[in-house]
């Protein structure tokens, strides 16, 4: 029976050390307060490496969506079944840097929106949905990072270009502002403006009301 929390951390290409930041933050509290956590990620946040596949498939993310889409699909479901179902069992705390979000977003972003549903259908198998007792997110955080600021960190800082330009980074945060609430979610407000602090007390306070 579970008796740990899965707590999601989601944020948009460009938000990388906002989610970063809130990951090291929030696990540090948790820490304190004698939780044991364990930490894991959506594949292409590059921390593949938890399955051991980054020595086997070099896979080339951003070339064909739908490929993504279904690989991503995939290796959650080794993540989900072999990191965060033995952890919940055994009462952790599992911080998962972006999920099933993640590939939604990208999904929905790249145009592959006219059978939406299915592909909700085939993340939630990913979850162990019809195969055995689906997990879900107690709690997902959106960090919330403006379209603009992530357009400039992206583009201008890291120096990738992305073909969307502004309007990629705006549909995107759209998509997840929309969605957030169906994964039991909530938004943080992560822009320039605030203090790291002012958002890991916020951050906190959200995660002690699942505890």
Same mark, same amino acid.
């Given at each position: ?9 989601? %944020? $948009? ?12 933050? #929030? ?13 894991? +990620? ?9 399955? %051991?596949?980054?020595?086997?498939? @070099?896979?080339? =993310? ?19 079944? @072999?990191?965060?179902?033995?952890? #919940? &069992? ?13 590939? #939604?977003? @990208? +999904? ?22 019809? =195969?055995?007792?689906?997990? !879900? ?5 959106? $960090?919330?990072?403006?379209? &603009? ?18 309007? !990629? ?6 998509? !997840? #502002?929309?969605?957030?609430?169906? /994964?039991?979610?909530?938004? $943080?407000?992560?822009?320039? %403006?605030?203090?790291?602090?002012? $958002?890991?007390?916020?951050? /906190? ?7």
């Amino acid at each position: 029976m579970r008796k740990g929390k899965l707590i999601v951390i989601e %944020g $948009i290409s460009g938000s990388g050390q906002q989610v970063k930041a809130a990951i090291v933050g #929030l696990h540090k509290a948790l820490a304190g307060k004698k939780y044991d956590v364990v930490e894991c +990620a959506n594949p292409d946040s590059g921390r593949a490496k938890e399955l %051991g596949i980054d020595n086997l498939l @070099n896979w080339p =993310f951003g070339r064909t969506p739908r490929a993504d889409f279904l690989f991503e699909a995939a290796v959650r479901t080794e993540v989900f079944k @072999n990191i965060v179902e033995p952890a #919940l &069992q055994d009462d952790k705390i599992v911080l998962c840097k972006q999920s099933s979000i993640s590939s #939604l977003a @990208n +999904a929905w972003v790249s145009g592959y929106t006219k059978h939406f549903d299915v592909l909700r259908h085939i993340e939630k198998l990913s979850r162990g949905f019809l =195969f055995e007792d689906e997990i !879900y997110p107690d709690l997902t955080l959106f $960090i919330d990072v403006p379209a &603009q600021e992530a357009f400039e960190r992206i583009e201008d800082v890291l120096q990738i270009h992305h073909e969307g330009g502004i309007e !990629y980074y705006e549909k995107m945060r759209e998509f !997840y #502002l929309k969605e957030i609430s169906r /994964w039991h979610g909530v938004s $943080i407000d992560a822009s320039a %403006g605030r203090s790291e602090d002012a $958002i890991n007390e916020e951050i /906190w306070a959200k995660v002690q009301s699942i505890l």
